[in-house]
Every structure is written in structure tokens, then in C-alpha cells.
């Protein structure tokens, strides 16, 4: 028996829906029977980013930055990583590396991670405080200083107790060497730690809190700190020297001395200021001027990396700045297709793409220069997604090959076949895939009920056989002859659209009502809108004529069995669904940074 599985793809506000059906013979396209589902737990498909919180480089090639969400992102050679979570849930609040291959990063929780050799260990508690700050001069030895004004050290792979040498908060830690470390506070107050002691808290600022503290011994010890009022504060152990800044009128949030005569300190405002061994003077503008600059490290003279609120990342070379993105946006899974029940790709807003293979989830693969995967449709192991690029990327033998087929964004797209694909884009027009090449996009249709607006979802049973939907509640086939029909007599926008059969296809809206087509013969029957959820549908996704199961904005199901829909039932696991797909045996959900598998008996 040929099990043919029908892809289709069902798009929301520009956000992909993408479905797979198969019309099976006998069930339940041919009888009403009792359908179960069952969802499973929902998993984490998209690491969700954060907002960069520190930043250290070993050398020039060679930095890692760690974030608010327990992320760590690695530089090297000016190409970096994508987000890994290295202490889920956690904020990540420092790091120190000493060389490349080993890095120390602590969290507000009171835990540390070390990154040796390569790899990350797992977060261990050393401390009943949240820490603040670590300095690593070397990787046998790290100084870690928390919020309750107490400091921890690593020797060799054992953690000390902490022990108190504050009277408040310690807001940062720099050691120079393993004899000589020095921590600030929000009191003004410096604390040093030599030869193996730490002495009493000293006011250095009494009109600042000190944000920052970056030391290096070259021969004798040399600090310096910084402040919330603009101000620097350069020394050593009891002697401190106020310095001005050239332009610093708002806070000074990080610093970094790679000697005494090389520093780099950063404000709030998103300016920065070097230090020459006798004065600060400005820096070139940063190319993300105007955000706050969260860290700054500088490994080599005239050599910094900078990070920035926005995720920004300002490499300092040859006295001037350059960009490079060091933490994207955190991406958000748009749209999942199966073409089998052990074969679904889903793709996300950063246009990164994963494929469940029945047992789990693959790593994340980036498309390049891609933009945002708005839709994806899979028939057997082929794939075409399109974006807001106007980009197509096909996956063909597990690769993947991307163009530009379109000026505009590109919406929809649904797969009948390997050689036949119909997408549909923002201005209403449309493109076929024929197996080796897209057609350019085009028009050519009757406008019976005025101009039709983006073609927000397409279904494509069958080659040749399509429908779209827009947001005026128009629907379009694609046939031999192309015309346009009016379904959603009362206006509504159409959401999504899923066809299992050129026999049947059914749209929903975003006031919550549902329209179906059906064709007995030569002759095609419209339902009127008909309401069957008080909120907005995102998607539907139907197997058969008899069995189909849609989401709303409230993360409910609705499944439409035995001849009729059902009451919204919660307890779908992924929040904010925008995307479902069913073959004859699961379905799969995606919505945010989650994904779960339904069982379908």
C-alpha cells in the first residue's frame, strides 16, 4: 500500500504553521472513530540567549563571554559561538580566563564552572552567597568575591571556605598575581589581599561606589577602579590617586589593564576612554554608540574586547572600534514539519534549524544569511523553508543549500513532492519549485474581491492543487486555472489553512472561527464561518476529512473528531504555540524556545 504524506504549511502574522497529513484509507478519512492524544513533557529546542553580564580574553583570538541566562558564547578569531548553556536558570555574573584552555565563570547562586580543556565541568556550589566577581591569574588559583562581602579561592581543584573581608558587597575582584588581589565595594572602599592576607577595607572614593577593578604587576602592583560618579581611582595598596576622565559625565561600568600604561574603562553611554600610563583620553566612537558597556578586556596592548548591553560585541585594534555580534537575539521556534513520523525539522527566527529524528532532537544547525525562517515544508526527507529575506532553503540528502528566489518576504510555503513546491510572499504573489529551480514570483490572478493583501499560509495536497489564505479572509486556489474566492464572508483574518485531500481543506481565523471547502464531484461547497474558540487560532493541522487538531493564542487544543470539534482543552506544554504538524501517528508543536510530541491513537 503507497502511504503518501501531504505537507502542508500554515503561517500566522507572518509567523510559519507547517503540517504534514496522511489520508490513510479506511481511517479516518473513511469512519468516525475515537481519536486519543497524548502530549508528551515539552523540551527545550532554542537556547534562549541573555543580556551579556562579563567577558574575558586569554589573548587576542580568544574570549568568552557568559550572560544573565547561564550562557556561555566563545570567541575565537573574531567567529563566535552560539550560545551555550553552561548553568541553566543561573545569571552568570563573571569569568576569568588565564589561558585558552581554562576559565573560571561564577553565578549569582554561589556557583562556579570551569571551562578546562576544552570543555565545561558542571556548576558547583562554593559559596551560601551570590558571587559577584572571579579573577584567575593563573589555573591553579582563582579568587571568587560574593555579595555578603566574602571571597572564596580555588588551589589547585579544591575551593576554600568563603571567608568575610568586607563589611558590604563586593562588587568586583581583580588579581594581579597569586599574592596580590584587590576588591572593590559600593562604599568607595578598596580591600587588598597580599601575601596570603587581607587587610581592612579602605576608603579610596567617598563620593563613588566602584563598579570595577582591573590589576597587573609590571614590576610592582598597579589597580585601577572605577566608579559610578565618572571618576578612576589608580594605586596600590594603601596609596590611590583620583584620575579624570576626559568626557566620563555618567557611570564608569567596566575596566581593564593589560599594563600600566594600557587601560580601557567604559561608561554607561556606551564611551570609552584609555589610560596611558599619566591620563585618560577618548576613544573613536563605538559603532553601537549610545548602548552601556557591560565588560571590557584588554589581553594585549591596544587590545580590548568590549561588550555591550545589546549584545554587541567592540573589538579595540589599531586605536579605533569594530563590531561584531557576540550574543544574537534569542531565536524562537516559527514553524516544524514532518514528513514522517520519525522525520520533522522545525526552524526559528534566527534562522537556525533542528530535526527529530523519534527519539530526539538534533543540535541546532545556523543557515547562512538566511534571516528569519517564517515557514517549513517536508515530504519524506525533502525540505523547503522560506524567510523574510526572501530567501528558499532546501534540504536535500541532510543538506541544506540556500538562494534568494524573492525581493520580498516570503510567508508560506507547502511540498507536495521533492518537485513540487508553492511558496507565497507579502505582496500576494507566488513561486513554484519544479525540482531543480524556483519560477519568479508572480501575480497572475483575478482580484474579484479587490487586492488581496500577503499570502499568509498555503496548502498543497497535491501538485497543482494548492490553496492560500490572506488575512482579508480571502482563499485562493492554485490550480490549472488560478482564481479567488471569498470564504470568510464576515472578515476575518485567516490564520492558517491545512489540506489533507484536494477534497477538503479547512482555514481558521483570528476571532476563533473555522471555515472548511469540500468537493463532491464537480461540485465545491463553502461552510460559513463558524465559531469554535473565543480566542485567536494560531494553527490546525488535519490528517483527514474526519480528524484535525488546532491551537489558540492560550496554548489550548481544540481536535476536531467524530464528526465535530471539541471544547479548548489546556495542557498543551509549550506556551505560545506557532506551529503544529501531524502525520498519521504524532503530531509536533512548537512555540518559543519549546517543542512537544503528541501521540495520536
Request: charged content about 10%; glycine content about 10%.
Amino acid at each position: 500500500m503507497l502511504v503518501l504524506f501531504l505537507a502542508t504549511v500554515l503561517v500566522v502574522g507572518g509567523l510559519a504553521l507547517a503540517g504534514s497529513f496522511v489520508p490513510r484509507a479506511g481511517s479516518p478519512a473513511a469512519r468516525s472513530v475515537p481519536v486519543s492524544v497524548k502530549w508528551s513533557a515539552s523540551v527545550t529546542i532554542e537556547q534562549p540567549a541573555g543580556v551579556p553580564d562579563a567577558v574575558s580574553c586569554a589573548s587576542s583570538g580568544f574570549c568568552i563571554e557568559v550572560d544573565s541566562s547561564g550562557n556561555a558564547v566563545v570567541d575565537q578569531d573574531s567567529h563566535w559561538s552560539t550560545p551555550v548553556a553552561i548553568d541553566s536558570g543561573r545569571a552568570l555574573t563573571g569569568i576569568s580566563c588565564p589561558s585558552t584552555t581554562f576559565c573560571v565563570a561564577v553565578d549569582s547562586a554561589g556557583r562556579a564552572v570551569v571551562f578546562d580543556k576544552g570543555a565545561w565541568g558542571s556548576p558547583a556550589s562554593i559559596d551560601s552567597s551570590g558571587l559577584s566577581s572571579v579573577s584567575c591569574p593563573t589555573s591553579a588559583f582563582c579568587m571568587a568575591a560574593d555579595v555578603a562581602g566574602g571571597v572564596v579561592e580555588l588551589h589547585g581543584s579544591t575551593w576554600s571556605a568563603p571567608a568575610t573581608v568586607d563589611t558590604t558587597s563586593i562588587t568586583a575582584i581583580s588579581c594581579a598575581s597569586t599574592t596580590y588581589c584587590v576588591a572593590v565595594d559600593p562604599s568607595g572602599s578598596q580591600v587588598t589581599f597580599s601575601a596570603g592576607t587581607w587587610v581592612a577595607p579602605q576608603v579610596i572614593d567617598a563620593s563613588a561606589a566602584l563598579t570595577a577593578v582591573s590589576c597587573v604587576v609590571v614590576p610592582s602592583p598597579f589597580c585601577v577602579a572605577t566608579g559610578d560618579n565618572g571618576d578612576a581611582v589608580s594605586g596600590s595598596g594603601s596609596l590611590w590617586t583620583p584620575t579624570s576622565l576626559t568626557g566620563a559625565s555618567t557611570s564608569l561600568t567596566a575596566v581593564s589593564c593589560e599594563s600600566a600604561v594600557f587601560c580601557v574603562a567604559g561608561d554607561e553611554s556606551g564611551a570609552a576612554e584609555v589610560w596611558t600610563g599619566n591620563s585618560w583620553s577618548a576613544t573613536p566612537a563605538l559603532t553601537s554608540g549610545g548602548v552601556a558597556l557591560i565588560a571590557v578586556s584588554c589581553p594585549a596592548s591596544g587590545s580590548c574586547l568590549a561588550l555591550d548591553a545589546g549584545g554587541d560585541a567592540e573589538r579595540y585594534a589599531a586605536g579605533a572600534w569594530s563590531r561584531s555580534l557576540a550574543e544574537s537575539p534569542p531565536a524562537t521556534a516559527t514553524a516544524v514539519s514532518c514528513g514522517s513520523p520519525t522525520y520533522c525539522v522545525a526552524v526559528d527566527t534566527e534562522g537556525g534549524a533542528r530535526v527529530w529524528t523519534g527519539k530526539a532532537w538534533s543540535t541546532r544547525s545556523a543557515l547562512p544569511k538566511v534571516g528569519a525562517l517564517e515557514a517549513i515544508s517536508c515530504t519524506g526527507l525533502f525540505c523547503a523553508a522560506v524567510s523574510d529575506t526572501g530567501r528558499a532553503a532546501m534540504r536535500i540528502h541532510n543538506r541544506w543549500s540556500v538562494q534568494v528566489v524573492d525581493t520580498n518576504p516570503i510567508l508560506a510555503v507547502s511540498c507536495s513532492s521533492a518537485t513540487y513546491c508553492l511558496a507565497t510572499d507579502s505582496q500576494g504573489e507566488y513561486l513554484r519549485w519544479n525540482g531543480k529551480h524556483w519560477t519568479s514570483p508572480s501575480s497572475r490572478y483575478p482580484f474579484k474581491y479587490g487586492f488581496s493583501h500577503g499570502l499568509v499560509a498555503v496548502s498543497c495536497p497535491e501538485p497543482y492543487f494548492c490553496m492560500a489564505v490572506d488575512e482579508t479572509g480571502h482563499e485562493i486556489f492554485f490550480t490549472d486555472t488560478i482564481w479567488q474566492h471569498y470564504a470568510d464572508r464576515l472578515g476575518g483574518a485567516f490564520t492558517s489553512v491545512s489540506c489533507p485531500t484536494t477534497q477538503f481543506c479547512l482555514a481558521v481565523d483570528a476571532t476563533g472561527r473555522e471555515v472548511t471547502f469540500s468537493q463532491v464531484g464537480t461540485k465545491l461547497e463553502w461552510s460559513g464561518p463558524k465559531q469554535i474558540d473565543s480566542v485567536a487560532l494560531r494553527s490546525v493541522a488535519c490528517r483527514s476529512a474526519r480528524f484535525c487538531i488546532a491551537v489558540d493564542d492560550m496554548g489550548r487544543y481544540l481536535a476536531f473528531s467524530g464528526g465535530a470539534w471539541h471544547a479548548p482543552v489546556n495542557g498543551v506544554p509549550a506556551a505560545s504555540p506557532n506551529s503544529i504538524s501531524c502525520t498519521n501517528s504524532v503530531c509536533v508543536e512548537v512555540g518559543g524556545t519549546r517543542a512537544v510530541i503528541a501521540s495520536i491513537t
